[in-house]
């Protein structure tokens, strides 16, 4: 249990006055003891006893005699509770009360209460107000006197009319809601009324009140969702008034405690007069509150929030017709909440709709990088009421606001991450990964939506803040100190449990929120496959200038190659060359750049083009690949790259080859075997030499060159998949060059996401 103000079936909210150190009234409920470490498990429907301004008495519906009955039926009745089990309800309440009850319950319509008179035998006849419920197989009769406390003029149907009326007229929720504070006091007479909402994990926060000049304010109080338990949640939604008329009251036991029946206590759910927690009036007492009355806000059947009352200056009891009118309000209000509530979000969600609609026509618009102008838009916080958010695009990440390192970014992301990319979202980042907790002051909620694979866009909200000083008020300031030590329970209290409770906690997010992050997504996503459609026409223009169609005719040797593209939308960074070298040689070359698309076909021309250059200088083989893996290393550091590089005389079918981190050739010469070519490691590590390996090419000898697009498969060592190669190869190496490149390039089954390069090298027999 904590320490606000509202407590078990009372709905009453924080309070002024001094503590007042009074004890609670001796008695323990049918339950048994409660106190602040089992309270959250009170069994408050089934106390045992209720309030002494009215009795009850539980009829069995079949006999109609009593069979439980409060100690209250000494004052109001002059008899004493066990003389009346088992008595006729007639004859205990009279002939008048007990007809209209019975006749209501023959008629099974118990749920408008009676304005009759109470006139038992030998008794004094009172006017009363009469509740009827059913619980289990009694019918619950709960009787009151009729009256009020002095001061106020009775209810009429034109002054509920009336307060209807402005309700309605009220343009806003917080409009209504103080509205309502002021027509549930002038109808009750209570020193202060209140209205609590609950948020979404059923924390409170006072939004509106209504009070006596001379009370201190307590709107914006904020108060832990363990202040309320949920079976007393639950009791406010079937239950939606409850009075304590004076907090003061010593408990009117029923008697028999268990009822004869069933041997349980009797559930007191839908009573009126129920008892109430002493844990609940302990904090009451010690706030100085007399007298409290609570109605519930109930919308779409879930509690919503309290309208809460108190009084400090004696019992207060309003008329029933009072309290029935206070309810009355209280659903109609309800009523208008919910509609008010959905007027709001729509307004929010068409606002959310135009910002989106414009941010993304300036950052299309912008004639540079969308992504760019969008991540320097401050509305793109604004449309998610956000402090900060970040964009991933490719290895890129761009940030606006505040927001975490780049570590919890990427973090974060991948915690939220989801296949669709649609929204996912969380207030409370530590709950997911405690190590968040770090960054919580700038990050303790976040919502995230993917772009695709390797980009998302995170909006982050900080922790919340503590709005409310409860301090600040300097009569707040005297109540804290006139409470002293020895007090548990105060709304203080309840405030510093409130602020320890949201710890690490950023504001939840609206659901309007997420459907303007979904739409801004789908916007996000068609800008993503329109850039990726013109990088690939760049990319596949710069593929198709710098990469050979078809190799040159040239004595002595037959060239084939086979290009595969990537599948998907992406390029690879395949390629392969052909060149004649002085003195008659031939160089033929097989790379592949790391990573995809226009940025890969950048850098694969730069190193054809260094390599072209590097071999017609004269270097050999292994030469020229130790100078190619400078130039990535120094210029294009953001890749790295594997090639084969093989210089042939085709006079006398011998050169050498050398490798950088690539799939082993094979030559064929009757059957197929791997070159023995020790590669060095890959371009771009600078590290290590290449080591050249001597090769001989007979006539109609084959060599094959191929990327690891040919030969790796998710799942299957790569040791595997060459030997498929190597021994598919030698079985049809007597077939021409066209049928035996197609039949190479399906010879490894499952190929999947990367491009593939395969080039054939045949000796051509001497035509005399």
């Known amino acids: 249990m904590s320490t606000r103000p509202v407590r078990r079936g009372s709905g009453a909210e924080p309070a002024t006055g001094p503590a007042s150190g009074a004890e609670v009234a001796p008695y323990a409920p049918a339950y048994g003891p409660v106190d602040l470490t089992n309270c959250d498990v009170e069994p408050i429907h089934v106390p045992g006893a209720v309030q002494p301004h009215g009795f009850l008495l539980a009829v069995d519906r079949g006999t109609h005699e009593v069979v439980v009955a409060s100690a209250s039926t000494d004052a109001l009745l002059g008899r004493e509770p066990g003389d009346l089990l088992g008595r006729p309800l007639r004859e205990v309440v009279g002939e008048r009360l007990a007809g209209e009850v019975l006749a209501r319950d023959a008629a ?124 007393a949640r ?52 010690n706030m100085g509150v007399s007298a409290s009355m609570s109605v519930s806000l109930v919308l779409d059947g879930r509690l919503w929030g309290l309208i809460a009352c108190h009084h400090y200056s004696g019992p207060h009891r309003p008329s029933y017709d009072a309290r029935s009118a206070a309810e009355f309000l209280g659903q109609t209000a309800s009523q208008l909440i919910a509609s ?90 530590a ?52 409470e002293g030590p020895g007090v548990r329970l105060s709304p203080r209290k309840s405030f510093d449990k409130w602020r320890e409770v949201v710890r690490g906690r950023s504001v939840p997010w609206q659901r309007w929120q997420a459907v303007a992050a979904d739409r801004l997504r789908s916007q996000l996503t068609s800008m993503v496959l329109g850039r990726v459609r013109d990088q690939i026409a760049v990319a596949e223009s710069l593929q198709r200038a710098v990469v050979l169609e078809e190799p040159p005719a040239l004595p002595g040797l037959d060239v084939l190659a086979r290009y595969r593209p990537a599948s998907g939308s992406q390029l690879g960074g395949d390629w392969w060359d052909v060149l004649e070298l002085p003195g008659g040689r031939v160089a033929v070359v097989v790379g592949d750049v790391s990573g995809h698309g226009v940025h890969a076909a950048a850098a694969m021309a730069q190193l054809r083009t260094a390599s072209r250059a590097y071999l017609l200088e004269g270097h050999g083989p292994g030469s020229a690949l130790d100078r190619l893996d400078a130039l990535v290393a120094s210029v294009l550091t953001e890749h790295t790259a594997t090639a084969v590089v093989a210089v042939l005389d085709p006079a006398t079918g011998t050169g050498r080859v050398a490798s950088a981190g690539h799939p082993p050739p094979l030559l064929l010469d009757g059957g197929a075997s791997l070159l023995p070519v020790t590669p060095r490691p890959l371009l771009g590590v600078a590290t290590g030499s290449a080591r050249e390996a001597p090769v001989r090419l007979p006539d109609g000898g084959v060599l094959v060159l191929y990327s690891d697009g040919l030969v790796e498969r998710r799942g299957v060592s790569l040791d595997e998949t060459i030997e498929q190669l190597r021994a598919a190869a030698g079985r049809s190496a007597h077939l021409p060059l066209p049928e035996l490149a197609d039949h190479l390039m399906t010879v490894v089954p499952g190929a999947e996401g990367d491009d593939t390069t395969l080039v054939l090298v045949r000796c051509a027999p001497a035509t005399g």
């Open 108 to 231: 099974d319509d118990v749920g408008e209460p009676l304005h009759t008179a109470l006139d038992p035998a030998g008794g004094t006849r009172t006017d009363v107000d009469v509740v009827l419920h059913v619980s289990g197989e009694r019918l619950v009769v709960e009787v009151e006197p009729v009256g009020s406390s002095p001061g106020f003029s009775p209810v009429s149907y034109r002054s509920a009319r009336a307060a209807v009326g402005r309700l309605t007229e009220a343009p806003s929720v917080d409009a209504l809601v103080q509205q309502l504070a002021r027509e549930v006091r002038t109808l009750t007479g209570f020193d202060r009324v209140m209205v609590y909402r609950f948020d979404a994990r059923w924390n409170g926060e006072v939004v509106a009140e209504d009070r006596r000049d001379d009370l201190n304010a307590f709107r914006g109080l904020r108060y832990p969702a363990s202040d309320i338990p949920a079976q």
């Open 234 to 285: 639950r009791l406010y939604a079937v239950n939606w008034t409850r009075l304590i008329a004076d907090v003061g009251y010593t408990p009117s036991p029923l008697h028999p405690v268990l009822d004869p029946g069933t041997g349980a206590p009797l559930d007191l759910s839908h009573s009126v007069l129920r008892s109430v927690s002493p844990i609940h009036v302990e904090y009451l007492r």
């Open 340 to 429: 008010r509530e959905r007027s709001d979000e729509r307004d929010e969600a068409l606002h959310a709709q135009e910002l989106l609609a414009a941010l993304v026509a300036d950052a299309t618009g912008s004639g540079g990088d969308p992504f760019a102008a969008l991540m320097a838009d401050q509305r793109l916080l604004d449309l998610l009421c956000a402090g900060g958010a970040a964009l991933a695009d490719g290895g890129r990440l761009v940030t606006l606001g505040t927001v975490p390192d780049t570590a919890a970014l990427r973090r974060i992301s991948s915690l939220l991450a989801r296949g669709d990319g649609a929204p996912t979202l969380t207030d409370h980042l």
């Open 431 to 482: 709950s997911l990964d405690p190590g968040l907790s770090a960054v919580e002051r700038v990050a303790s909620g976040a919502l995230r939506v993917g772009l695709g694979a390797d980009r998302w866009l995170l909006w982050v909200r900080p922790e919340q803040q503590e709005v409310v000083d409860w301090g600040g008020d300097p009569r707040n300031k005297e109540i804290a100190a006139a």
